[in-house]
């Protein structure tokens, strides 16, 4: 069920749509599928998040014993999607390209007297991935679960949970609903005004009445089942588009790496720390000694400096921006089906590992990530994390052992372990 958590100037913010991909382009035949998938869960409203060309479809549920509580007032309040408002809000106050979000939203509805519930809101490279009323247990997991899979996170949070967490306030968030973010009404069946007509003009235009009313609705209910059944191709709608971006390709990090090799580590009474770079920004740390922050910024000209992330006078923090080319994966790619990932990478690995590389493999996840109830299993792509680190100096000779169905996400680099170098990313396989 949704949960409207919060009221402000006849405005509600509702946790807990469903989220799925909506097809065709037309309104038309917008409103039918939407009058279809809302009728699967008696939908009471609907929101709309257009996003790279895709269409993705939000419904609201109204939670009965919730709603039995509400003042007058409150249950007139216009209805928005707090996912939406709050992708608005990141986007409206940062001026970030949408691509580019990575945030969780957790919050303590104000709605919750007791204070046992959180609203927990992830957006994953700019699509909605979670959304839902969680307990202050399993938010937690969700938030360590992305955080350490994806250290691009932001954290936005109304109490002092979370570590490094940004606050969030909930009079300003409601500064940020618009049209884009508000719920509609579900919309109406034209059958249903037909059926009524042809029910006053009696048994004479029976006949008329089952072609035009009870056949299509026969029809509709027959493919509203296989549509409910069958969710195959959402799922590979959705695995075609996150395919087209799906992380740094391995000929742009090895450019990457030529140019690191040229840079200087030593300057003017500083030396580089460490070095955290993705395909769009690398997070830089310099150790100072006795040199001054100008020094630093003179060789470092592209870079801003940020002072928050700066622990002490003894270290810089500085963020660079990385223009790496994106990694596009095809089906053609992986392997073939029935030979498990450990068999297809593992001798590459021992390869690694002989010449002095240690590499760790950890879970193996579907991919992309959304709900797998109704898509065949065979259709179904996975990903395995995996990270190799090896030294500056050797690590592009290890990237071309790995075979190609290996995608690197990132790289991280230590001055203080002799330049060593590890490369973060994920083995994809049917």
């Known amino acids: 069920m949704s949960t409207i958590v919060f009221y402000e100037k006849n405005v509600a913010l ?10 065709g382009m037309k309104k038309s035949q917008n409103n039918s599928e939407i009058r279809k ?38 249950k007139r309040s216009k209805v928005h999607s707090l996912a939406l408002v709050f992708i608005n809000a990141i986007q409206q106050s940062s001026d970030v390209d949408r691509s580019s979000i990575y945030a969780i939203l957790v919050a303590m509805p104000p709605t919750d007297k007791q204070g046992e519930t959180r609203a927990v809101v992830i957006i994953e490279g700019g699509r909605v991935v979670h959304d839902g009323i969680e307990n202050r247990v399993r938010a937690t997991e969700l938030v360590t679960e992305h955080r350490t899979r994806q250290s691009k996170y932001r954290v936005f949070c109304d109490l002092d949970e979370y570590e490094d967490a940004i606050t969030l306030d909930w009079p300003d968030l409601v500064e940020y609903a618009d049209k884009h973010t508000l719920c509609s009404s579900v919309p109406t069946n034209p059958a249903k005004y037909l059926a009524v007509a042809v029910g006053v003009l009696g048994l004479s235009l029976y006949a008329a009445y089952h072609v035009l009313v009870v056949i299509p609705e026969k029809e509709a209910e027959a493919a509203r089942r296989q549509a409910e059944l069958d969710k195959t191709p959402i799922y590979l709608q959705t695995l075609g588009q996150e395919m087209e971006r799906v992380g740094w390709s391995v000929d742009s990090i090895n450019k990457f790496i030529d140019k690191l090799k ?36 003179q060789i470092r000209s592209n870079s801003r400096y940020v002072p928050e992330e700066s622990v002490s006078d003894k270290t810089a923090v500085v963020h660079t921006p990385n223009q790496g080319d994106a990694m596009k994966l095809t089906l053609d790619m992986l392997p ?65 052992l790995l075979p190609k169905n290996f995608v690197p996400e990132s790289l991280v680099i230590s001055a203080n372990q002799g330049m060593s170098i590890s490369v973060r990313g994920f083995v994809y396989e049917k």
């Not at 998040?49 to 014993?65: Q, R, V, W």
Request: hydrophobic share 40%; aromatic share 8%; glycine share 6%.
């Open 262 to 297: 040229q840079e200087p580590y030593f300057y003017k009474g500083w030396s580089l720390k460490n070095m955290d770079c993705n395909i769009s920004q690398c997070n830089e740390t310099w150790e100072r000694h006795g040199g001054l922050l100008t020094d630093l910024l």
């Open 37 to 74: 998938t809302a009728k699967t869960i008696s939908a009471d409203l609907f929101a709309i998040d257009l996003f790279e060309e895709a269409k993705y479809l939000g419904l609201y549920t109204k939670n009965i014993s919730i709603t039995a509580n509400l003042t007058k007032e409150e």
């Open 336 to 400: 073939q089906k029935g030979i498990p990932v450990h068999l297809a990478i593992k001798p590459a690995l021992n390869t690694l590992e002989n010449a002095g590389a240690m590499a760790q493999i950890a879970e193996t996840m579907t991919w992309p990530v959304m709900p797998m109830d109704g898509v065949r299993p065979e259709v179904v792509v996975s990903r395995t994390r995996l990270e190799l680190s090896y030294t500056l100096s050797m690590i592009q000779d290890g990237l071309t």
């Open 14 to 23: 509702a946790c807990g749509l469903r989220w799925s991909v909506l097809g």
